[in-house]
């Protein structure tokens, strides 16, 4: 069980650089991860597959 089964956790930038990192750490310490971004709509998209094939939950929403 990771540290943060059961939570719910906010990332936001998380298509690229220090916000993916947070987003898959987190995830792969067990929370439900929403990511948001501005940026290209493909690379949050990729972050939240990359988050789901390790088994993680993870929805993407792009936003300003």
């Not at 990511?35 to 949050?44: A, E, H, M, W």
């Amino acid at each position: 069980m990771g540290k943060l089964e059961g939570k719910i956790a906010l990332v936001t930038g998380a298509s690229t650089g220090i916000g993916r990192a947070v987003a898959k750490l987190y995830a792969s310490e067990g929370a439900t991860v929403i990511l948001t971004s501005n940026k290209s709509v493909g690379d949050g998209e990729a972050t939240r597959s990359e988050i789901e094939k390790a088994g993680g939950d993870a929805v993407y929403f792009n936003a300003d």
